[in-house]
């Protein structure tokens, strides 16, 4: 595709849930990268992939999140258990690689509602 | 701990005037400063960047002031149009992982006509 793309757009889930985001990132980027944004604040880095491997997951609130990737493409970030903090903007990014400086691209986020 | 603060958080200017966003940052292992644009319901664009190395970039109507001293970094716009209505992220990472960066926490830019 052209750009980052995430699905669903917008997720309305009930708090105990597990909730799904997935990420396809430009074809031929091997990095991508997971961020979350809460409502008026910036953007907390979650976790970051190379390949199929996650060398930083360092960023990632707890145990009940979780992401893959497979065949270096699309990733999927899971969240169990829902918690009504969890509710935010998920952003996902892709770069050609992680060394040096290449533009990141973010996708338009799927916006998560715990109710 | 918050490794970059961003100031002001929202910013009112009127079309044609200079809109200045400021940042700091506090890892000295930071080499690679970007500023994002962000408008409603879309995900951050890469905007401008900057490395150490230099004090200054300019590109069109944006530009960034860097002073590595002070470990502080800002955003101008020149001529300030009411499409530039938008929040802009300041952000640092290191060579090593560009793409992997630490936000400030955004400024909501309003131009009016």
């Known amino acids: 595709g052209a750009g980052v793309s995430q699905s669903p757009s917008n997720k309305v889930t009930e708090k105990g849930k597990d909730v799904e985001l997935r990420c396809d990132p430009i074809?031929?980027?091997?990095?991508l990268y997971w961020y979350r944004q809460s409502l008026g604040q910036g953007l907390e880095f979650l976790i970051y992939f190379q390949g199929n491997s996650a060398p930083d997951k360092s960023g990632l609130p707890s145990d009940r999140f979780s992401a893959e990737r497979t065949g270096g493409s699309v990733s999927t970030l899971t969240i169990q258990r829902t918690q009504q903090e969890d509710s935010a903007v998920y952003l996902c990014?892709?770069?050609?690689?992680?060394?040096?400086?290449?533009?990141?691209?973010f996708g338009q986020g799927t916006r998560l509602t715990v109710v | 701990q918050q490794q970059v603060k961003q100031s002001p958080q929202s910013l009112i200017v009127q079309k044609g005037g200079i809109s200045i966003i400021n940042c700091a940052y506090e890892n000295t292992a930071f080499d690679y400063f970007p500023w994002y644009q962000q408008f409603p319901g879309k995900g951050p664009a890469l905007l401008i960047a900057?490395?150490?190395?230099?004090s200054e970039k300019k590109e069109g109507r944006f530009t960034i002031s860097f002073n590595k001293s002070a470990k502080q970094f800002s955003l101008h716009i020149m001529d300030s149009q009411p499409g530039d209505s938008a929040t802009y992220f300041c952000?640092?990472?290191?060579?090593?992982?560009?793409?992997?960066?630490?936000f400030g926490d955004g400024t909501t830019l309003t131009v009016k006509p």
């Open positions: 990014a892709s770069s050609l690689s992680t060394g040096g400086i290449t533009e990141a691209f």
């Open positions: 074809s031929g980027h091997t990095a």
């Open positions: 900057i490395r150490p190395d230099v």
């Open positions: 952000a640092a990472s290191s060579n090593t992982n560009a793409g992997k960066s630490t």
